[in-house]
């Protein structure tokens, strides 16, 4: 299981870097934009060295023809680096280009899936990751629960290393859903993962913990007191 911060901020980077198992950090031309008037690259190249090189980075193409994405793909690896892993839209031209990126040896992520069709022909074509939008889907009238759990069963049926790597969410439960239907990972943005420790039973929990440790040892003291 993997989770990704969905992001390119780097303050929110350097947070959550430190809070949960941060498996990678993705990105495309609508977050970038939020980040405001950035030297892309090196935005980039600073959200490699907070993660690392262990940790994926997905980074997606902006050209919408054939030539242009690859050029787009080859300029990413040129200047941040060979690891980053390749997001392409699962368009005609954009099925093109993985299967040239994948012939390549490059690192694919094949984005902005919506149908099971979409997810099986990228999973036949090699990508690393498929990124359906589960909310999207939603909003579409499209069930991402079924449509997950097909795509899962598709990678399990051909033997295929693709992973499904769940994307688009509003809410905590959506995140849970995508997961239980196999989705081996899920990015999401930091809203999200601040929406799973809202819950005010658990700051209740520890505030009771507390209380109840004080009563038996004294007000203010820890385990490292004694």
Same mark, same amino acid.
């Given at each position: 299981?993997? #989770?990704?911060?969905?992001?390119?901020?780097?303050?929110?980077?350097?947070?959550? &870097?430190?809070?949960?198992?941060?498996?990678?950090?993705?990105?495309?031309?609508?977050?970038?934009?939020?980040?405001? !008037?950035?030297?892309?690259?090196?935005?980039?190249?600073?959200?490699?060295?907070? @993660?690392?090189?262990? !940790? $994926?980075?997905?980074?997606?193409?902006?050209? %919408?023809?054939?030539?242009?994405?690859?050029?787009?793909?080859? +300029?990413?690896? &040129?200047?941040?680096?060979?690891?980053?892993?390749?997001?392409?839209?699962?368009?005609?031209?954009?099925? +093109?280009?993985?299967?040239?990126?994948?012939?390549?040896?490059?690192?694919?992520?094949?984005?902005?899936?919506?149908?099971? #069709?979409?997810?099986?022909?990228?999973?036949?074509?090699?990508?690393?990751?498929?990124?359906?939008?589960?909310?999207?889907?939603?909003?579409?009238?499209?069930?991402?629960?079924?449509?997950? +759990? &097909?795509?899962?069963? &598709?990678?399990?049926?051909?033997?295929?290393?693709?992973?499904?790597?769940?994307? $688009? #969410?509003?809410?905590?439960?959506?995140?849970?859903?995508?997961?239980?239907?196999?989705?081996?990972?899920?990015?999401?943005?930091?809203?999200? @993962?601040?929406?799973?420790?809202?819950?005010?039973?658990?700051?209740?929990?520890? +505030?009771?913990?507390?209380?109840?440790?004080?009563?038996? #040892?004294?007000?203010?003291? %820890?385990?490292? $007191?004694?």
């Amino acid at each position: 299981m993997e #989770f990704m911060l969905d992001t390119a901020n780097l303050d929110e980077i350097k947070k959550y &870097e430190a809070i949960i198992p941060l498996a990678g950090v993705t990105s495309n031309p609508s977050i970038v934009k939020n980040e405001g !008037k950035i030297d892309f690259f090196a935005h980039m190249q600073q959200i490699r060295a907070i @993660i690392g090189s262990e !940790k $994926s980075l997905h980074v997606q193409v902006v050209a %919408t023809d054939y030539e242009g994405m690859l050029k787009d793909a080859e +300029t990413i690896l &040129e200047k941040i680096d060979r690891n980053v892993f390749v997001k392409v839209p699962v368009s005609e031209t954009g099925l +093109t280009v993985i299967k040239e990126l994948k012939a390549r040896g490059i690192n694919v992520t094949a984005t902005a899936i919506y149908t099971k #069709f979409q997810a099986y022909l990228a999973i036949a074509a090699g990508a690393d990751y498929i990124a359906p939008y589960f909310n999207r889907m939603e909003n579409l009238n499209i069930d991402p629960k079924a449509a997950l +759990t &097909e795509m899962a069963q &598709e990678i399990a049926r051909t033997n295929s290393r693709t992973k499904i790597l769940a994307a $688009s #969410f509003k809410n905590v439960g959506q995140v849970n859903a995508a997961l239980e239907c196999g989705a081996q990972a899920a990015t999401m943005g930091a809203a999200i @993962i601040q929406q799973a420790f809202a819950m005010p039973s658990i700051e209740q929990a520890v +505030t009771d913990f507390t209380q109840d440790w004080e009563t038996s #040892f004294g007000e203010g003291t %820890t385990i490292s $007191s004694l």
